[in-house]
């Protein structure tokens, strides 16, 4: 089983629809968990990180976490063209002097017109 | 969040030959990372990179592969040595936020084919 499992899609919806991306983990040690996107010929970028259990809203993103099922979601409101891209979760171990990131796959996402 | 770049964006390179990728940041940061992104894999972290010490390698990574410099604290270099083509991949400079966070902010990659 690999450490961070993540559907690749891809995920086609429609202008205005709620997206819901996801990724499951099995190491309970994981303890940080960071929402990359990912534009065509783009490195990642940044979208939200959170370290403890529940919700973190900003803007039209908001990231969740479940430590007691190892599932972390990124739901995308009112999803817009310009949001097509790649999502890749990524996760990190707590402690210092601890820096790897672990990735999903990531989820190729399309919002069409 | 610094700003990164990365020199070549992309390059076609023969078998057998060895190309280096610059990473140059805008600030001066502590943290540098080399990743490899292959077409439907995880993004895989090949080492970290500090300056003033050796790079610390991870698991299916060595030094004489992908040697690696960081002379100073907004530059560092990758390079990938005796290429294959299953050496094709893109390949990304990554840094760390500020120190005590778990921030990271990756270049625009190098996309690389070897033929």
């Known amino acids: 089983q690999k450490e961070v499992e993540q559907d690749p899609g891809p995920l086609s919806v429609p202008e205005g629809a709620i997206v819901s991306l996801n990724c499951t983990y099995s190491n309970s040690a994981f303890q940080y968990f960071m929402w990359y996107r990912q534009y065509s010929r783009k490195g990642p970028e940044l979208l939200m990180y959170?370290?403890?259990?529940g919700n973190k809203e900003d803007g039209r993103f908001t990231a969740q976490v479940d430590k007691s099922s190892k599932y972390i979601s990124l739901f995308i409101r009112d999803s817009q063209p310009s949001d097509s891209a790649t999502y890749l979760c990524a996760m990190k171990y707590s402690g210092a002097g601890s820096y790897q990131l672990t990735f999903g796959k990531g989820t190729k996402l399309s919002v069409i017109p | 969040s610094a700003v990164i770049s990365q020199k070549p964006s992309r390059d076609i390179c023969q078998r057998g030959t060895s190309l280096t990728i610059q990473c140059q940041v805008d600030?001066?940061?502590?943290?540098m990372f080399w990743y490899r992104q292959q077409p439907g894999q995880s993004l895989t972290l090949i080492a970290t990179a500090n300056q003033g010490s050796e790079a610390t390698y991870e698991s299916g990574f060595v030094i004489d592969k992908f040697p690696i410099s960081r002379p100073n604290l907004t530059f560092s270099t990758l390079t990938v040595s005796n290429m294959s083509p299953e050496d094709s991949s893109i390949y990304l400079c990554s840094v760390g936020g500020q120190i005590g966070s778990y921030e990271q902010y990756f270049g625009p990659g190098t996309r690389l084919t070897v033929t």
């Open positions: 959170t370290y403890s259990s």
């Open positions: 600030s001066q940061v502590t943290m």
